[in-house]
């Protein structure tokens, strides 16, 4: 079955940190870039990150720079977000979503995974 | 950095036809997405490139854009299509990839 799974959400302080993951099953993994979008409570999706199919280049939104890391394990299908710093703001479920080069060259995203929540407060 | 309008909430009785409307400064320039997300689902992509259909999405789903306003349309609503839809553009100089998302009512 094609999908990817996160884990790793839950309830931190501000100021703390938390690691995601992100298990892909039922296509190749390693050919893929995979990006990193989350939703706030009520508001719409926000991109957050991206990293290339071999891990050679990453790319942040203004958002999270410099207080989050995006990684990826191509021998065990995951993909991870080290989130440090956080914010009350940062509050959001968090999707991984597969990147697809579409027939014009943009780019979409053509398969998500359900999300894990993470809270922060005090 | 660029910025995409959707409207907050669309209603429409079963079987007629619903308009999604996103709209951007010369979006007509750019490639548009749509993400159908049902509550506690992983989203879904129903249009690419503006009017593209992912395999496995009915014909009922269909795009445009020109100008200033993607929009997505869907024909012959069912109860089933009750969900939230956002737009979504790749500009590599923006963070603000997606709209703020339109919550579609069946009535």
């Known amino acids: 079955q094609v999908q990817l799974v996160e884990s790793g959400g839950g309830v931190v302080q501000p100021g703390r940190s938390l690691r995601l993951s992100c298990t892909a099953s039922?296509?190749?993994?390693?050919?893929?870039?995979i990006h990193w979008v989350r939703q706030a409570p009520g508001k719409g999706l926000e991109w957050v990150a991206l990293?290339?199919?071999?891990?050679?280049?990453?790319y942040y939104a203004d958002s999270v720079k410099g207080r989050f890391t995006v990684s990826r394990d191509n021998s065990k299908n995951t993909l991870f977000l080290q989130m440090n710093s956080l914010r009350v703001e940062d509050t959001a479920v968090y999707y991984c979503?597969?990147?697809?080069?579409?027939?014009?060259?943009?780019?979409?995203?053509?398969?998500w995974g359900r999300g894990t929540l993470v809270t922060v407060s005090s | 950095s660029y910025v995409l309008t959707q409207p907050p909430s669309v209603s429409v009785a079963p079987g007629q036809t619903a308009r999604i409307t996103c709209g951007g400064d010369n979006i007509g320039g750019k490639s548009v997405h749509w993400y159908q997300q049902k509550p506690g689902q992983a989203p879904v992509l129903v249009v690419y490139d503006d009017s593209g259909r992912p395999s496995g999405i009915p014909e009922r789903f269909s795009g445009s854009n020109s100008g200033s306003t993607a929009s997505l349309t869907i024909t012959r609503v069912e109860a089933g299509d009750e969900a939230d839809y956002s737009c979504?553009?790749?500009?590599?100089?923006?963070?603000?990839?997606f709209g703020g998302g339109t919550k579609l009512t069946v009535l």
């Open positions: 039922g296509f190749t993994f390693s050919s893929h870039a």
């Open positions: 990293i290339w199919y071999d891990g050679s280049n990453k």
């Open positions: 979504q553009v790749w500009d590599s100089n923006s963070d603000r990839l």
């Open positions: 979503a597969r990147d697809w080069v579409t027939p014009v060259v943009s780019r979409a995203f053509d398969l």
